[in-house]
């Protein structure tokens, strides 16, 4: 039954999981508004060579992540699902990987659908799946490079070796040519102890040369022509993106070397509890080549990202594929064996987890409640917990029969939550809606103003224009507003009594304004009185009217 019924239940949990949701909520600020404005722009431009930011050069990436967002939005239409079906079948790919993966490994049909249903529904994978940013795009083509490099090694015929490793090439060559260097690193990271220990150092040598031959003709093109338009391009991504965020001691998002670890447990849940069984069962069967080679993949990495200065979540990604092929395998090594206790753990985790979840939410709507007349969005995520506490008391009870319920919890989770949020939260973090709301007054403007990157990629990407201009802040945009051609794309505060008037005799002028704290109501104050205003928790939209020179 496993083997007949599951792809077609991977498939059906990734439309209910992965797809419905996309279109259910705004763009999340600052990186889903930004990256669906830099996708729109290429479609707008026509450059499929150096990204733009609003017209502003942007090279903290390469452009092939920006491609797939275009892409999406140009077959899907530039709306809140076209910005965001790029990274839902990334994912579904690496889902499918995962179960290719363990088939080969263990030749266990309902050991390649565990793996794969836990890997889908590991909460940062889940969550990011309906995301629009460049991880998840990433940690397929890093997934592709590692599962190849796996058949490579695995493989008894020449041919099947070469088709391999060209693989691992062409992935390598896309995920660099998506976020970076990183992506010819870690399969190196991987390939060299494993093919030492295995005594097959030659042969890697060898058709390590196919892999980056590969590598070369799918990214080399675009290499050159990028560096033909922005002679530039390559010192700054290579020293601000890889080696300042590494090493430099003022590289973004700073964290302890331990960071990982415990985020590594989050990551896992709903099969966190399962963990300790799974880590037992890589000890023992340590000589076991698949093993070895699966716990490189997620430990090096791991090791690698620990390092370095910066960090977010979303980088230890490629470390949960090689995980949850060794949890699905000591998860169904427990069902097969009659061993409950592991599964029964975690049920009674998940009831814990979710139990005082539900309690806090009680809790801070007596005391300080988060939902103000609410009642549908509230609902929604008591929905939520409750499906988590159900699911969980079922594993509980019957864990032999019940192994997968944790999958449901987490599908819930992903599908209602984003519709659960409160409107607090959809105000302050989700702009584009409350622009949607009032896109034909802006439509009208001519010139448009923002003080927030998040909020002006938004008001850009809505009306499908890159020409807004930045007040009082720079951001992650301060490189490209040094070229001569980005001069007047960003006002200060002495500037723009004078912009706004010069602004005004040329027309009526839109302005969204992020309204946080005393700074930016500073920001305001130096603003005209007499423009039309709509506020929506720190979002304010302005339309101010031509006036006559």
Known sequence: MTQRWAIPLLVLAFIAFYLLPLGTHGLWIPDETRYAQIGQQI??????????????????????????????????GENLFGVRIA???ATGLSVML???????????????????????TFGLIAGQAGYSNLDPQFTWWVNLSLAALWFAVDSTTTRGRLISWAVLGFACGMGFMTKGFLAFLLPVLIALPYMIWQKRFVELVKYGLLAMLVAAIVSLPWVLAVHAQEPDYWRFFFWHEHIRRFAGEDAQHGRPWWFYLPLMVVSSLPWAALLPATFKDAWRNKGHRGVVFLLLWMLLPLALFSLSKGKLPTYIMPCLLPLALLLGHALMQRVETAKPLSLRLNGLLNVLFSGIALLALVYFEIKKPFYEDETFHMSLLVIVL??????????????????????????ALVLLLPAAMPSSVVHNKMPDQFI???????????????????????????????DVTLYNTQGEVKYGLTYDDAKGKSL??????????NARREGPVGVVMR????????????????GQRFDEGNMVILIFPQRAP
Request: charged share 20%; with cysteine; hydrophobic share 50%.
């Open 43 to 76: 479609l707008i431009d026509g450059n499929w060579v150096t990204p733009h930011f609003m017209d502003i050069r942007y090279f903290e990436k390469p452009i092939a992540g920006y491609w797939m967002i275009a892409i999406g939005q140009a077959i899907f």
């Open 87 to 89: 990274s839902a079948i």
């Open 98 to 120: 995962a179960y290719l993966v363990a088939r080969r490994l263990w030749n266990d049909p309902r050991k390649s659908f565990a793996c794969a249903l836990v890997y889908m």
């Open 386 to 411: 409750l499906t988590w506490i159900v699911t969980g008391l079922l594993t509980f009870a019957k864990p032999l029969k019940m192994w997968a319920a944790p999958a449901v919890a987490m599908g």
């Open 436 to 466: 949607l709301e009032h896109v034909q007054a802006l439509s009208g403007a001519k010139h448009l103003l923002s003080n927030d990157l998040g909020a002006a990629s938004a008001l850009s990407w809505r009306l499908r224009r890159p």
């Open 492 to 501: 200060g505060l002495d500037e723009i009594e004078s912009w706004m008037a």
């Open 515 to 530: 309204v946080k704290d005393s700074d930016e109501s500073h920001e305001m104050d130096l603003l005209p009185k007499d």
